[in-house]
């Protein structure tokens, strides 16, 4: 009974441990991101992300997954370490810790914290740059926009941007309470905030994102429906299947150009006219290699020419899991933000990066992956130590049946 009892309370203090460096953890990385999007460059930002690894690594060890669970982190994590030792990118490595690492955490509080510390963060850059204290009001554009507002945050379409996710992840939130008239307020901010920062792909995904929203709000059956989910999942591998074929062709070639491309305001050319093919498809190796730096804006092409093929393939094949499950957990409006996410991501790269406490579908996932890799209602869990003995009890349960 004594051994029972210390073996609860020695779980009990490994959780509250676990706790105590996750949310350490994200709250650092939530800086991290604010700090990122203003004009000041972080001289320790290397160090701050091995911090926030150890932090949630330190959550892993201290948590208890399945034996299946076990077996799939060690998948992933083989995977993103190829990816490491190939590229010298180690995003893909602290992304399955990051995932890993919720286990038991209220993902709802995770995103909560998000919201008011991304919120948060944004408005003092305002207000610093509303005072001439720190960064710029505004920008003067290279193309035909001329003078732009970006308020501090750096560029007119990261600041809307932060606007249109913030407002996403604000209706997934509290979409319970919200009325016809927060829609209709978030609508009139946005128009308002498009006329000094003139950023046309911003306003276009808060558009259909509001629509989207109130179509789920108002129409129970729509929320119900599987054929929306099935259309979600579509729309996001057509997106994905979309960024390869632009990668294909070489510069002022293909069906993109140019009244496509100059839709999008220059993003293919903006691509593959870099030195050395930029992210054109011919750049393309199955775990990246150290090369593969360039930045531009285009999202997917982004995420298979800086991780690699496999890499990329195992992240869209669990984003694709991820809109499913959604549908089996009855949760349309964390569906509603994982496709608004999934489709921006064709035009602009925001969530294709290292900075992991912006991207909010990764919390999501953190949440969700154990029931989409195992749906069993309640299997034995164990921790990492207790690997061999959890394979050795699998091994003599299949030799019974046997």
Do not use: D, E, N
């Given at each position: 009974m004594e051994k029972v009892s210390g073996k609860k309370t020695w779980e009990k203090r490994a959780a509250g441990i676990g706790q105590a460096c996750f949310w350490a953890g994200l709250a650092l990385e939530l800086l991290i991101v604010v700090a990122e999007v203003s004009v000041w460059t972080n001289p320790w930002e290397g160090q701050l992300f091995?911090?926030?690894?150890?932090?949630?690594?330190?959550?892993?060890l201290c948590s208890r997954y399945s034996l299946r669970e076990w077996l799939w982190l060690l998948l992933f994590g083989v995977i993103a370490g190829l990816c490491y030792l190939c590229s010298d990118r180690d995003e893909?490595?602290?992304?399955v810790v990051f995932c890993a690492a919720f286990r038991d955490v209220d993902v709802k509080k995770a995103l909560k914290l998000a919201f008011f510390m991304t919120l948060s963060g944004c408005l003092?850059?305002?207000?610093?740059?509303?005072?001439g204290i720190f960064g710029n009001m505004y920008i003067i554009d290279d193309g035909d926009r001329g003078l732009r507002y970006c308020f501090g945050l750096g560029h007119p379409n990261a600041c809307y941007c932060f606007f249109w996710i913030l407002s996403t992840l604000g209706i997934c939130l509290w979409h319970d309470r919200m009325k016809l008239w927060h829609?209709?307020?978030?609508?009139?901010a946005g128009i308002l905030l498009f006329l000094p920062t003139r950023s046309r792909t911003g306003i276009l995904f808060l558009f259909f994102t509001l629509a989207l929203a109130l179509a789920l709000a108002f129409g129970k059956n729509l929320r119900e429906a599987k054929g929306l989910y099935l259309a979600g999942i579509?729309?996001?591998l057509g997106c994905v299947l979309l960024s390869v074929w632009i990668a294909y062709y070489e510069p002022y070639q293909g069906p993109f150009y140019t009244w496509i491309d100059r839709f999008i305001t220059g993003r293919i050319t903006s691509m593959n006219t870099l030195e050395g093919g930029g992210g054109m498809l011919q750049n393309w190796r199955l775990f990246s290699r150290p090369e593969n730096i360039k930045y531009f804006d285009l999202g997917y092409v982004r995420l298979f020419y800086w991780y690699g093929i496999v890499p990329a393939a195992a992240y869209v094949a669990m984003y694709a899991l991820l809109l499913r499950e959604c549908y089996r957990r009855k949760d349309p409006f964390g569906f509603l933000m994982l496709?608004?996410?999934?489709?921006y991501t064709t035009l602009e790269a925001?969530?294709?990066?290292?900075?992991?406490?912006r991207n909010y579908a990764l919390f999501l996932m953190g949440a969700y992956w154990g029931?989409?890799?195992d749906g069993r209602k309640d299997p034995p869990k164990g921790y990492v130590w207790g690997l061999p003995a959890m394979l050795a009890g699998a091994a003599a349960k299949k030799e019974r049946r046997g």
């Open positions: 091995r911090l926030t690894f150890l932090l949630f690594a330190v959550k892993v893909a490595v602290r992304l003092v850059l305002v207000l610093l740059s509303a005072a829609y209709g307020l978030t609508a009139l579509a729309a996001f496709l608004s996410f999934a489709l925001h969530f294709i990066s290292v900075y992991l406490g029931g989409i890799l």
